[in-house]
């Protein structure tokens, strides 16, 4: 999404290399009297400018310094050049990471969740909008208060749903949503609700002392897609600083159909959930990874 201009140009420091004027996917900038000059109506505050600068002369004001100051590590903020990073360990990273359904009691520090929100950030967004927001639940009561919310929309889903002859009109009229809860889900549901009655265990987000909800403002150029590349950040994140996470599926979908539960956590009209992490430390630990489904890939290459 274009924005006002927020760059800011040293000629003292500048020596008109024009980097940055070739780097601008707007066309932002321009060389003038053999120096960079802000010549553009609108940008994308990517920052390209200002990171290739070899003498520090440009400054993006949008960009605030603090997204990248952290509270419980000390980050390296040398750009790594391509094919510098250790791929090794990369794999070794997301191969390691999994959903974690057993949680400790243990309460996470705020600074760890406000440090997961933040490299979130470093995510790629459309056109660099970067319109995400993250509510964060840091305590197991607004976990459970959240619980008890969407527990309270599965009950009134199921009673819809045992009602043969609302499924039958549902379809009638060109709506099979609840036919297919009924077959797919209903059951699982039941059962986890009876569970929970019975035994206090939480079938939701698994005595998770945490969760992080992933919005974005609609008015985004492909808001899904940008909060879900910063929640797969965060997952990520939340594994090399010793966290299990889970992606709470069930409930995204409540909070969809029911505006209520949004509203109960002052999430505005205006933003979508798109992701819910339950976050905690783990009770699981494994002996090796075990890789993944075979996926479809395809090349596709014109004819010579």
């Not at 008109?16 to 066309?27: F, K, R, S």
Request: proline share 4%; hydrophobic share 40%.
């Amino acid at each position: 999404m274009f924005e006002a201009l927020s760059t800011v140009i040293d000629k003292e420091l500048c020596t008109g290399c024009g980097l940055c004027v070739e780097i601008c996917p707007v066309q932002a900038l321009s060389i003038r009297d053999g120096k960079a000059a802000v010549t553009g109506s609108f940008s994308l505050n990517c920052g390209h400018c200002m990171a290739v600068c070899p003498t520090e002369a440009i400054k993006v004001g949008a960009l605030e310094s603090t997204m990248s100051k952290f509270k419980t590590f000390a980050a390296d903020d040398r750009w790594l050049s391509y094919g510098e990073y250790d791929t090794t360990q990369l794999a070794g990273l997301m191969g390691s990471r999994r959903s974690c359904r057993s949680f400790l009691d243990t309460p996470v520090d705020r600074r760890i969740l406000e440090d997961l929100v933040k490299l979130g950030c470093t995510a790629p967004s459309a056109t660099n909008c970067q319109m995400w927001t993250f509510t964060i639940l840091p305590c197991r009561k607004d976990v459970e208060h959240l619980g008890r919310l969407i527990g309270d929309f599965y009950a009134k889903l199921n009673a819809m749903a045992e009602k043969s002859w609302l499924r039958s009109i549902m379809k009638l009229v060109g709506k099979p949503e609840l036919d297919q809860y009924y077959k797919n889900y209903y059951e699982f549901v039941k059962q986890g609700m009876e569970q929970f009655r019975q035994t206090g265990r939480d079938p939701l987000f698994y005595g998770a002392p945490s969760v992080i909800v992933v919005a974005c403002d609609q008015r985004a150029s492909l808001p899904k897609e940008d909060a879900m590349l910063a929640t797969q950040n965060m997952l990520l994140a939340a594994h090399s600083l010793g966290l299990g996470s889970c992606l709470i599926g069930m409930a995204v979908e409540a909070m969809k159909h029911e505006p209520s539960i949004r509203q109960s956590l002052h999430i505005p009209d205006t933003e979508a959930v798109y992701a819910i992490i339950a976050l905690g430390y783990s009770r699981e630990t494994y002996e090796r990874q075990t890789g993944r489904k075979q996926a479809a890939i395809r090349f596709f290459e014109t004819s010579s």
